[in-house]
């Protein structure tokens, strides 16, 4: 079956840069995306990653190993509306089906 | 603003009944996906249409159907309500059938 492994919780200070990982097992892969979501709200698209390397957009980076099963988002230049919770989502058997993980809580602190 | 349209916010009802839940996508978009997200299970994908036709399918249940309509709005059709069926439910939608998925705000549902 699929599954996808995120950390729970994260904290770190505005200003500065956090990563976070995502690790999958699936069938017939076809790409990782990342949404986020605050308190209350629906998810929004971050980023997309179909092929091995590095997607930059603003000041969210994402990454893929395809090799590995692995991928990240990095966040650079930290604000606190950067608070919210992150999910890696992965598209498989062959675009068949959506897999969210189960998101990891990013908490910003002064 | 996504831009996509989900009604209503809110409804409670009770084990055994049958609602639906509608969804309005965004303009020119072809495809429409239905999630729902609980406390326990996260964030789960049921099921995908594309321009009126079923794409793709997830974990849905036997009880739950969609469709989606020549206007290409679609609903969710939930019946037999359990307790568990309590969750918020999403739609999101995308131009194509791979694109970036843009979410609509959910629907609230609470089974008593």
């Known amino acids: 079956g699929q599954s996808l492994e995120q950390p729970s919780e994260v904290t770190a200070v505005e200003g500065a840069i956090v990563q976070i990982n995502c690790t999958y097992q699936?069938?017939?892969?076809?790409?990782l995306s990342w949404y986020q979501q605050h308190d209350g709200g629906a998810p929004t698209f971050l980023s997309y990653?179909?092929?091995?390397g590095l997607e930059e957009t603003g000041r969210f980076s994402s990454f893929l190993s395809r090799s590995d099963s692995y991928g990240y988002l990095l966040l650079q230049e930290l604000q606190m509306k950067d608070s919210a919770s992150y999910f890696c989502?992965?598209?498989?058997?062959?675009?068949?089906?959506?897999?969210f993980g189960p998101g990891t809580r990013l908490s910003v602190l002064p | 603003d996504s831009g996509v349209t989900q009604t209503p916010k809110h409804l409670i009802t009770a084990t055994g009944q049958r609602v639906t839940l509608r969804c309005s996508p965004r303009?020119?978009?072809?495809?429409v996906y239905w999630y729902q997200q609980s406390l326990d299970q996260g964030l789960q994908f049921l099921i995908q249409?594309?321009?009126?036709?079923?794409?793709a399918k997830g974990n849905i249940l036997e009880r739950f159907s969609a469709q989606q309509f020549p206007d290409l709005h679609s609903e969710l059709n939930l019946s037999s309500l359990e307790l568990g069926d309590s969750a918020l439910y999403f739609c999101?939608?995308?131009?194509?059938?791979?694109?970036?998925?843009?979410f609509g705000p959910g629907t609230r549902l609470t089974v008593l």
């Open positions: 990653n179909g092929l091995d």
């Open positions: 249409y594309y321009n009126g036709e079923e794409r």
């Open positions: 999101a939608s995308s131009p194509g059938q791979f694109d970036e998925q843009f």
């Open positions: 989502a992965v598209r498989d058997n062959y675009g068949q089906n959506f897999v």
């Open positions: 699936t069938s017939g892969f076809y790409g």
């Open positions: 303009s020119g978009d072809l495809s």
